[in-house]
């Protein structure tokens, strides 16, 4: 097997036993993207230098053949592992552009919360990757610079909006990566690139340094080649952070501890509304062999339901806008970022606003300025926010019956480039399955769980309680070793 194909926890036994070293691992992920990125175009930035400065700084660490154990006291689970941040998590000195012109020049005097939990835990940072302007969107089409390809079909999107970290793992261009999640950007781009995607609960994870789109909604996650590698990455950037006054303050159990294999009478719910007409029946098919999996490993699945999931998407659809238009003003062309200066103050916003953007955050900063204004406020986002708690209890009462919900994670397979760029509302159609985790703070994973007819990945999403992690990777794992769908690679 190539070096850059070897999973987080596979690399780990190997440079922790000696027989790699963490430059010859990097190297080896550094030429697979130079051999392959001309094609999937997963990064916007790449920092090579830097990786393998970090990675000689982890060999310098090895005693005899294998690697020191950690300094007391620190946990360095990802020493020497080669990894990828999405554009949109703020990385000191290196640009940071959320895929949009506006911040193309951007770079940030400071580390993320999670960035620097990476480089606490050892992390070779390789680079950023490409996203949807400002995280909005389902297929990193709308990246201000180019779009992503999927490695399965380079004709095909990686979905989005975290789709250059989901291709990059998929292809072999980092061991494992940060995307964010606000309606189903990771969990979507897993599906769609055959790997696993984990959204935590809302607050698990530190915001500081993401930059907004949603906050009510943003959380950052993880994409991995497996069950074990999203257990190993969670565990390093959960936690609170008195920097994120959103963070909770809740211990972190061990989520490899989850990794037992065992599921035997846990509930397994499936949602009705989640089945529904006019979704691929070929991902119906796949997510419904799943289940027959998991009850031959033991658990009882329930029928449940989840009545006011029709409202999630318009409902997501005033919440997540509203409150871009409001993360966004901060834009200006005064501050910081691009500045194209006008005749006048309001012109220099104007010009700023109107060649920076593109025209998906347009619209959305435009629905959100609606939704907000007096004398639509009431009819629109206050009511969006009731329906939102609607939502929530229907999770809340789900859940006092099952320990996971199991569905699809978006209704079809990867779609060709181009062919919903024309048709938001198609384009908004694809994060069905996904918004609703997000809306009600809980948390949710996407794990391969078939192909098409044309060879294209298939993603069954394992839904959990708020701070579920633990059940939904336990019955992931358990889903996986009885499975070989995340041994596949990519033709590519
Ligand atoms: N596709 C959804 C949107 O466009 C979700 C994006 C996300 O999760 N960042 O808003």
Not at 105 to 130: E, H, M, Q, S
Not at 242 to 267: F, H
Not at 276 to 302: F, H, N, S, T
Not at 449 to 455: R, S
Request: charged share 20%; glycine share 10%; with cysteine.
């Amino acid at each position: 097997m190539d070096l850059y194909d070897l999973t987080l926890h596979q690399a780990r036994a190997l440079l922790d036993a000696g027989e790699i070293s963490a430059v010859e691992l990097t190297q080896a992920v550094l030429d697979r993207i130079l051999s392959v990125d001309n094609a999937v175009k997963a990064y916007l930035t790449l920092t090579p230098e830097a990786a393998l400065e970090q990675a000689r700084a982890a060999d310098a660490a090895r005693v005899g053949a294998g690697l020191a154990p950690a300094p007391e006291g620190q946990a360095m689970p990802l020493r020497g592992i080669p990894i990828a941040v999405k554009d949109i998590i703020c990385t000191a000195g290196i640009p940071t552009t959320c895929g949009s012109r506006i911040l193309e020049d951007f770079i940030p005097p400071y580390d993320a919360t999670v960035v620097a939990r990476l480089k606490a835990a050892g992390a070779v940072i390789l680079g950023k990757t490409n996203t949807d302007e400002f995280a909005m969107g389902s297929s990193t089409e709308n990246s201000a610079f180019f779009p992503t390809h999927n490695p399965w079909d380079l004709d095909r999107v990686p979905g989005g909006s975290s789709g250059g970290s989901a291709a990059a793992v998929a292809a072999g261009e980092c061991l494992g990566a940060l995307g964010t999640d606000t309606g189903g950007s990771v969990r979507q781009p897993a599906a769609f690139c055959g790997i696993v995607g984990l959204k935590p609960t809302y607050g698990r994870v530190s915001r500081y340094g993401l930059i907004a789109f949603a906050s009510s909604l943003d959380q950052v996650g993880v994409l991995t080649r497996d069950v074990t590698d999203a257990a190993i990455l969670l565990n390093v950037i959960a936690g609170h952070d008195p920097l994120d006054s959103t963070s909770l303050d809740a211990p972190v159990p061990d989520a490899t501890a989850a990794l037992t294999g065992d599921i035997r009478g846990m509930r397994v719910g499936v949602p009705r509304e989640y089945f529904v007409p006019g979704m691929q029946p070929e991902v119906e098919a796949a997510v419904r062999a799943a289940l027959e999996k998991l009850a031959d490993l033991g658990a009882e699945i329930v029928e449940v339901s989840l009545p006011h999931t029709d409202y999630a998407l318009p409902v997501y659809y005033l919440i997540a806008p509203a409150e871009a238009s409001a993360n966004l003003a901060r834009y200006d062309g005064v501050r910081y970022g691009l500045r194209i200066l006008g005749n006048s103050l309001e012109d220099t916003y104007k010009q700023t606003r109107g060649r920076g953007f593109g025209p998906e955050v347009k619209r959305r900063i435009m629905l959100g300025t609606y939704a907000l204004s007096a004398g639509y406020y009431d009819a629109y986002y206050l009511k969006a926010q009731k329906v939102r708690t609607l939502i929530k209890g229907d999770f809340d009462r789900a859940f006092e019956q099952v320990d996971v919900i199991v569905a699809p994670t978006s209704p079809t397979t990867a779609f060709r480039i181009g062919e919903k760029t024309d048709d938001p509302i198609q384009m908004y159609l694809s994060d069905i399955f996904t918004l609703s985790v997000n809306l009600a703070g809980i948390c949710g994973i996407n794990i391969p769980c078939g192909f098409d007819a044309q060879g294209l990945p298939i993603g069954m999403q394992i839904m959990g309680p708020a701070l579920g992690e633990m059940t939904i990777l336990r019955v992931a794992y358990a889903y996986e070793q009885a499975t070989d769908w995340h041994t596949r690679r990519p033709p590519i």
